[in-house]
């Protein structure tokens, strides 16, 4: 295997580009930053100093991952989406001078292996959006995601639990549910007050 970087692409002398990894034009890999195996940084993207992405991961067009995020393999951000990094943006301080990267704390957002973030949606910092979780399209996420949670709306709500294939599970009844794709079982569970699913195998 190799890497392809485009050549507007500017990706720092400092990054790491993981083997079969292709960053596309006009895209910008800022120092420090690691990529793994096989990702795809799409035109326009932004990956943030020292922003960390796990193996396979697909970071559609004009997405912004501003540092410290944090994705495991398998990571899908959709075209536009921006993961934030700051929870009271301000560009000027209280007596009126401009900020600089001392005046504040980066704080990133984590996200789980196989999750995806639709196009344009946004992750305030820093929330972490568990694994197999499904962000929609325009959604804004507040709150942390659970794993296999189809998550919509602004502020983000749980509205459905999806499978390892992404598609809404199908309730069988009694907290049971089943993958139309895969036919995998899933089994619903309160854990501290909080709704989680977890895979049939897990739970046995």
Same mark, same amino acid.
């Given at each position: 295997?190799?890497?392809?970087?485009?050549? +507007?692409?500017?990706?720092?002398?400092?990054?790491?580009?993981?083997?079969?990894?292709?960053?596309?034009?006009?895209?910008?890999?800022?120092?420090?930053?690691?990529?793994?195996?096989?990702?795809?940084?799409?035109?326009?993207?932004?990956?943030?100093?020292?922003?960390?992405?796990?193996?396979?991961?697909?970071?559609?067009?004009?997405?912004?991952?501003?540092?410290?995020?944090?994705?495991?393999?398998?990571?899908?951000?959709?075209?536009?989406?921006?993961?934030?990094?700051?929870?009271?943006?301000? /560009? !000027?301080?209280?007596?009126?001078?401009?900020? /600089?990267?001392?005046?504040?704390?980066?704080?990133?957002?984590?996200?789980?292996?196989?999750? /995806?973030? @639709?196009?344009?949606?946004?992750?305030?910092?820093?929330?972490?959006?568990? /694994?197999?979780?499904?962000?929609?399209?325009?959604?804004?996420?507040?709150?942390? !995601?659970?794993?296999?949670?189809?998550?919509? @709306?602004?502020?983000?709500?749980?509205?459905?639990? !999806? @499978?390892?294939?992404?598609?809404?599970?199908? +309730?069988?009844?009694?907290?049971?549910?089943?993958?139309?794709?895969?036919?995998?079982?899933?089994?619903?569970?309160?854990?501290?007050?909080? &709704?989680?699913?977890? &895979?049939? +195998?897990?739970?046995?």
């Amino acid at each position: 295997m190799s890497i392809r970087v485009a050549d +507007s692409a500017d990706v720092d002398a400092t990054a790491t580009i993981g083997d079969g990894s292709s960053v596309w034009h006009l895209a910008q890999v800022r120092d420090q930053a690691k990529l793994g195996l096989n990702c795809i940084i799409g035109r326009g993207a932004y990956i943030g100093s020292g922003a960390i992405l796990g193996d396979n991961c697909k970071v559609q067009n004009y997405a912004l991952v501003y540092e410290p995020a944090v994705l495991g393999d398998g990571v899908f951000i959709g075209p536009a989406a921006v993961l934030t990094n700051d929870e009271y943006p301000r /560009s !000027v301080n209280p007596d009126g001078t401009l900020k /600089s990267g001392a005046d504040w704390h980066a704080v990133g957002v984590t996200i789980g292996d196989g999750a /995806s973030i @639709g196009a344009r949606a946004v992750c305030i910092a820093p929330v972490k959006i568990g /694994s197999w979780a499904l962000v929609a399209a325009g959604a804004v996420v507040t709150k942390d !995601v659970p794993d296999f949670a189809l998550v919509a @709306g602004v502020p983000a709500k749980r509205i459905r639990w !999806v @499978g390892r294939a992404g598609v809404p599970l199908e +309730s069988l009844g009694q907290g049971l549910f089943q993958c139309p794709v895969t036919g995998d079982k899933y089994v619903e569970t309160t854990i501290n007050n909080q &709704e989680k699913l977890v &895979e049939e +195998s897990d739970h046995s």
